[in-house]
């Protein structure tokens, strides 16, 4: 069960579909406001053009008449120019300020021309819950005395109509927004269903059903990179399940024999009365049983540790052919008993844990040694095949390892054919341990065998060391 955590990272879906609608509403938004601005600008220039033509037609009016007075009397006739526009209203007073003409609605008040400029820059003016552009300029009778024309364009109704545009355009806007959401949720879930495949998928993956792998090819480019991936870590998991599961049948396996023997010898011994000599012998060959068995499961539990790397490595300057010499001088009753020769060649010094070394050289010479026929040369040689690494190789000659076993000779309990012929000791740990130690010092080891002739296994460690992977 999982509890609702406040910090939990906020839903994809939630997040996409907000962005989603919040990118329509801001689209629809700046288009709506451009085409709000664009009807006023429409209309606004219309108003101003019909206030010139009438500005225009009013001046020549009254500039057809010789003055004032006989504007008043003739009451000037209003030319059809004038006539035509009904929404346009206008007045014609003198220089004075008297009113000759007007045709402005009854009661419109006078202040509304206090303001008013001239035809250019109409300004806008509500009276009566009507709306007005008003201009005021002025005009010359025929005897160049001044007339003050005033004129007002009645613009209700394209105010009323940008008014409704905008309402719309708002209930568009908003009416978009939802349904760019609701699209985008279709489109969310449906985008991500590929996702939800691979997670039910995934949950049906379990220890004994670690075969399954997600089909790249069914998921979307964007995705069959993140399902190979996942393919490739349910390999590695699958391999090491493999090994893990190899590791303990071979251990109850491996460990199945000496408890035999112990057993048998035991049973023997107690079947019957018999003399402290025997009793003794009984023990002492139970004693090196045991010695073999505890090394065993010291090697065992090296690997494990190893393994979930809590081999902490001491690392320190390491002097190699020093430290192959204590060796070789370590195995000299085995190496006396074979009458066999070891030759040290090469220097070097790598940063490393000293013990884990050792017991890395030591285990490949124990081999060696071993494995060399009576009276053979067995070399060491030290080298630094680049600035970045050392290595040290041991060859020895000998029957060798088959080609078809080479690759399993690292494994955990894997001993050669031949050793187990030959009736050779171990438990084939050994060269585990060496690739797990060398492995840990960010280094490795191969092997490389012809055999009959030699056998050359190579250890490669970099110079500085390196912390554990
Ligand atoms: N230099 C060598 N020449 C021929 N065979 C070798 C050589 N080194 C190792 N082998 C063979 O490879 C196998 C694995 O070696 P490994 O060191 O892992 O185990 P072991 O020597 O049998 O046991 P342990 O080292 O745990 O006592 C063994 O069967 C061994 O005989
Ligand atoms: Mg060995």
Not at 335 to 355: K, P
């Amino acid at each position: 069960m999982t509890a609702a955590r406040s910090d939990a990272p906020i839903s994809l879906t939630a997040t996409l579909v907000v962005l989603f609608a919040a990118v329509s509403v801001a689209v629809l938004a700046v288009t709506n406001a451009f085409v709000f601005f664009f009807v006023e600008q429409q209309w606004r220039n219309s108003a101003q053009q019909d206030l010139e033509v009438g500005g225009n037609a009013l001046r020549m009016l009254v500039a057809s008449n010789p003055d004032a007075g006989s504007f008043a009397t003739r009451g000037g006739t209003i030319t059809t120019e004038l006539g035509k526009n009904r929404r346009l209203t206008f007045s014609v007073s003198t220089g004075a300020g008297v009113v000759l003409l007007s045709t402005l609605p009854k009661g419109f008040p006078a202040e509304a021309f206090y303001q008013a400029a001239d035809i250019e820059h109409p300004v806008d003016w509500q009276w009566d819950q009507r709306h007005f552009s008003i201009a005021e300029i002025t005009g010359h009778f025929a005897d160049t005395s001044v007339a003050g024309l005033r004129l007002a364009l009645d613009v209700t109704e394209p105010r009323d109509i940008q008014g409704a545009y905008s309402r719309a355009l708002v209930l568009i806007t908003v009416a978009g927004g939802l349904i760019a959401a609701v699209l985008g949720l279709v489109a969310v879930r449906q985008g991500l269903e590929p996702l939800r495949r691979m997670a039910t998928a995934a949950g049906q993956i379990t220890a004994s059903r670690l075969g399954e792998r997600l089909r790249p090819e069914d998921t979307p480019a964007e995705l069959s990179e993140m399902a190979s991936n996942f393919n490739g870590m349910l390999e590695r998991l699958e391999d090491s399940f493999r090994r893990l599961n190899d590791f303990s049948s071979d251990i109850a396996h491996e460990l199945r024999t000496p408890i035999n023997n112990l057993q048998g010898q035991t049973q023997v011994a107690l079947s019957r009365a018999r003399s402290s000599d025997d009793y003794r012998s009984v023990l002492e060959l139970n004693a090196e049983e045991f010695e073999r068995l505890s090394h065993m499961i010291q090697d065992m539990l090296f690997l494990a540790q190893a393994d979930n790397a809590q081999a902490a490595l001491n690392l320190e300057e390491v002097n190699l052919a020093a430290e192959c010499a204590k060796i070789i001088e370590y195995f000299e009753p085995v190496i006396e008993e074979g009458r066999l020769c070891v030759e040290l060649r090469g220097q070097g010094s790598v940063h490393a844990d000293r013990l884990l070394l050792q017991r890395a050289l030591a285990n490949l010479v124990s081999n060696a040694v071993r494995n060399s026929p009576p009276g053979a040369l067995v070399q060491i040689e030290i080298a630094a095949p680049n600035a970045q690494q050392v290595s040290v190789d041991i060859v020895n000659p000998g029957p060798g390892i088959p080609a078809e076993e080479l690759p399993r000779i690292f494994d955990r309990f894997y001993r050669t054919r031949g050793a187990r012929d030959r009736k050779l000791e171990g438990t084939g740990l050994g060269l585990a341990i060496v690739r797990t130690i060398a492995r840990l010092h960010g280094g490795d080891v191969a092997v490389q065998s012809n055999p009959e002739v030699e056998t050359r296994f190579r250890l490669v460690l970099p110079r500085e060391g390196a912390t554990a992977a």
